[in-house]
Every structure is written in structure tokens, then in C-alpha cells.
């Protein structure tokens, strides 16, 4: 009987992390963690080339080749999270797990002076319209589509 009390423990809180996003179910795991990593930065609300210039390398985008193009999320992943719930809409490779928002970022341009690791960024800060692919149960975002 305290076995099956401590089993239905166990399930209520696991289900109850799950609901609040604390754990993320492992399916496209990795890939959030990669999403995290390359695209989310809320601790600015828009960057320069000094910025681009830092944060690719310390991102780890320019270890063995210059990363071409990336942008950089300046909102907190609840937000970002939150467009998941927004309506599917079609992706750039045909899928339909694609989902649109507007967020403030900036868009990091390699401009091809310097080669890796010691890349160069050209830097552009706006508010704009986005698309992330998202995955999971609870999803949460995988891929920047644009």
C-alpha cells in the first residue's frame, strides 16, 4: 500500500512539472536545448556588432566555421514558448508544426572579413515578425524557420 501511495506521488508531481514546464518530455530534448543556446537572449533588448561579434563565438557558432546568418530572440522563453500555442502554419522544409510571432531580435550577418573562429558580424536590431517550429508534448520551440 506505501509503495502504490509513493508511485502515485511520484506520477502527481512528475504530470505537475510537466504542466508548468519545469521538465521537458525528452522528445526534441537536444534540439530545444540547441534552440535555447543559438537563438534566446533576454537579457538584452537589441545588439550591435559588438554584440553579434560576442555572443556568436560565445555561442559556439563560429568554432569551426562562420555561421552565415542567425538571429537572436531578446524575449523570455515563456514568450517565446507561447507562440508554440499559436496556429500551425506551414515550414520552409513542408512540415506543419510552424508557428508565427512577434518578438524583439537581432539579426547577426556574417560579413566575411575574418575567418572562423574569429568571425565578423554586421548587426541589425528590430521588432519583427518570426517563425519557430515547435515539437513536444508540451511543445516547445525546435527550430528558427524565419
Known sequence: MALLKTLSSLLLLLLTLLGLGLVQPS????MYKRFLRQHVDPT???GDVKYCNLMMQR???TQFRCKQ???FIHEDIWNIRSICSTTNIQCKNGKMNCHEGVVSVTD???TGSSPAPNCR??????????????EG?????????S
Open 69 to 71: 546568418f542567425n538571429t
Open 44 to 46: 538584452v533588448t537589441g
Open 121 to 134: 558580424y554586421g548587426a541589425r536590431a528590430s521588432t519583427r515578425r518570426v517563425v519557430i517550429a515547435c
Open 137 to 145: 508534448n508540451p511543445p516547445v520551440p525546435v527550430h528558427f524557420d
Open 108 to 110: 547577426c550577418r556574417d
Open 59 to 61: 555561442r559556439r557558432m
Open 27 to 30: 522528445y526534441g530534448q537536444p
